[in-house]
């Protein structure tokens, strides 16, 4: 529930921005500013997920990331509609959202057998979807209605549902990763070790060329809707959902419902497939074309990322995950802000629609020339570190 609160916030804060601003440039730096803390922050939450109990720590970051959502609400509600103040309250929710994250990730491989953790983790990232796809449509019905100070409490209550399943939770069932290392020495002990894990470079190599080129699409649905589509804020939640449905459209592939596909395969065909239904909903120019671009997207982006995710859990070894999965988050949330505000700073001087179809190639011509080294791609299949 909490992931659907905070995907009709992700919907609302660039709305209003560009209500306030009427400049992409804003969308993006809110998108920098909630995003970045959860990179500069990875070092820390990687420690802190492999040293203390997850499930406690997930308690106190839940009840936490209720407080900038509803810091918003209080904003809004009395009048303040000031965009760096927007963007600063935001950031705190960034910060929230850093210890929470990688936590999170590091804290379902220990709820299911070893053989259910490619199932466990395509379905956590599918529930993240099924959000995706309820938020940003309620998201939009809260602005057309009752307004986006609204949106903003709706999203600060979500996370009492977060509080009530993990006090759910038998404690007996979760372990702590134990581990004493310093933040910096556990750091680096960590990138050491993925340099060892040439099939977890790999996956997060693709993380990262997702985020930084193909995933800036989100903070451009707004902008789209808006400078391209003319359509209101109702539009704008359906358009955002329509990315959350072809993520779901994808789970049975990524699950494996349809066969088992290796992961090689799936990055191999799936990434310049990414890239082409980023320059299809780029190319767009009425709401038709971008809808179907938008689900292909969305269709593309659980297939990679889900993959490249279930790849590194595979691989990698207990007694380290959490600082390696932090790095891989670290990766990622750093990759997209940048990419976003790249592009959303380009958009304003060049418009959106060559800005996005753009990306898309650059994205094509990397899927292609990866897809011709079949030796790299096979180290995603790498076994699991037992050492």
């Given at each position: 529930?909490?992931?659907s609160?905070?995907?009709?916030?992700?919907?609302?804060i660039?709305?209003?921005l560009?209500?306030?601003?009427?400049?992409?440039?804003?969308?993006?730096?809110?998108?920098?500013?909630?995003?970045?803390p959860?990179?500069?922050?990875?070092?820390?939450?990687?420690?802190?997920?492999?040293?203390?109990?997850?499930?406690?720590?997930?308690?106190?970051?839940?009840?936490?990331?209720?407080?900038?959502a509803?810091?918003?609400?209080?904003?809004?509600?009395?009048?303040?509609?000031?965009?760096g103040?927007?963007?600063a309250?935001a950031?705190?929710?960034?910060?929230?959202?850093?210890?929470t994250?990688?936590?999170?990730?590091?804290?379902i491989?220990l709820?299911?057998?070893?053989?259910?953790?490619?199932?466990?983790i395509?379905l956590?990232?599918?529930?993240?979807?099924?959000?995706?796809?309820?938020?940003?449509?309620?998201?939009?019905?809260?602005?057309?209605?009752?307004?986006?100070?609204?949106?903003?409490?709706?999203?600060?209550?979500?996370?009492?549902?977060?509080?009530a399943?993990?006090t759910?939770?038998?404690?007996?069932?979760?372990r702590?990763?134990?581990?004493?290392r310093?933040?910096?020495?556990?750091?680096?002990e960590?990138?050491?070790?993925?340099?060892?894990?040439?099939?977890?470079?790999?996956?997060?190599?693709?993380?990262?060329?997702?985020?930084?080129?193909?995933?800036?699409?989100?903070?451009?649905?707004?902008v789209?809707?808006?400078?391209v589509y003319?359509?209101?804020?109702?539009?704008?939640?359906?358009?955002?959902?329509?990315?959350?449905?072809?993520?779901?459209?994808?789970?049975p592939?990524?699950?494996?419902?349809l066969?088992?596909?290796?992961?090689?395969?799936m990055?191999?065909w799936?990434l310049?497939?990414?890239?082409?239904?980023?320059m299809?909903?780029?190319?767009?120019?009425?709401?038709?074309?971008?809808?179907?671009?938008?689900v292909?997207?969305?269709?593309?982006?659980?297939?990679?990322?889900?993959?490249?995710?279930v790849?590194v859990?595979?691989?990698?070894?207990?007694?380290?995950r959490?600082?390696?999965?932090?790095?891989?988050?670290?990766?990622?949330?750093g990759?997209?802000?940048?990419?976003?505000?790249?592009?959303?700073?380009?958009?304003?001087?060049?418009?959106?629609?060559?800005v996005?179809?753009g990306?898309?190639?650059?994205?094509?011509?990397?899927?292609?020339?990866?897809a011709?080294?079949?030796?790299?791609?096979?180290?995603?299949?790498d076994?699991?570190?037992?050492?």
């Open positions: 529930m909490s992931n609160g905070s995907w009709l916030q992700n919907l609302t660039p709305f209003v560009l209500e306030i601003t009427d400049r992409a440039l804003w969308v993006g730096i809110a998108a920098f500013a909630a995003i970045v959860v990179m500069l922050l990875g070092p820390v939450a990687g420690n802190v997920a492999d040293r203390f109990d997850r499930r406690h720590v997930l308690i106190v970051s839940s009840l936490a990331s209720a407080i900038p509803l810091g918003l609400w209080l904003m809004w509600s009395s009048g303040v509609r000031s965009p103040a927007i963007v309250v950031a705190l929710g960034g910060v929230m959202n850093g210890f994250i990688p936590t999170w990730q590091s804290f491989p709820l299911v057998p070893v053989e259910d953790l490619p199932s466990a395509t956590n990232s599918l529930q993240f979807n099924i959000a995706r796809a309820v938020g940003p449509v309620v998201g939009g019905a809260f602005i057309a209605t009752i307004g986006p100070g609204w949106a903003f409490f709706a999203n600060g209550l979500s996370y009492l549902a977060v509080f399943a993990l759910i939770v038998d404690p007996g069932q979760v702590a990763g134990g581990q004493n310093g933040i910096i020495e556990g750091f680096v960590a990138l050491r070790y993925i340099r060892s894990q040439p099939g977890i470079v790999v996956a997060i190599g693709v993380a990262i060329a997702v985020a930084g080129l193909g995933y800036p699409v989100v903070s451009f649905i707004v789209f809707a808006k400078q003319d359509v209101g804020p109702f539009a704008v939640g359906l358009l955002s959902t329509l990315l959350g449905v072809g993520s779901i459209a994808a789970a592939l990524v699950t494996g419902s066969g088992d596909v290796p992961r090689a395969t990055i191999r799936g310049p497939a990414y890239g082409a239904a980023v299809l909903f780029g190319g767009s120019t009425e709401p038709i074309q971008g809808s179907i671009g938008i292909l997207v969305g269709f593309g982006f659980l297939s990679i990322v889900a993959t490249s995710n790849a859990q595979s691989i990698v070894a207990e007694r380290i959490g600082r390696v999965m932090a790095t891989r988050i670290m990766a990622f949330t990759a997209f802000p940048i990419g976003s505000l790249i592009q959303t700073s380009l958009a304003d001087r060049f418009g959106p629609r060559p996005v179809f990306a898309g190639v650059i994205l094509l011509i990397a899927g292609c020339v990866l011709t080294q079949p030796a790299i791609l096979a180290r995603l299949d076994p699991t570190d037992a050492s």
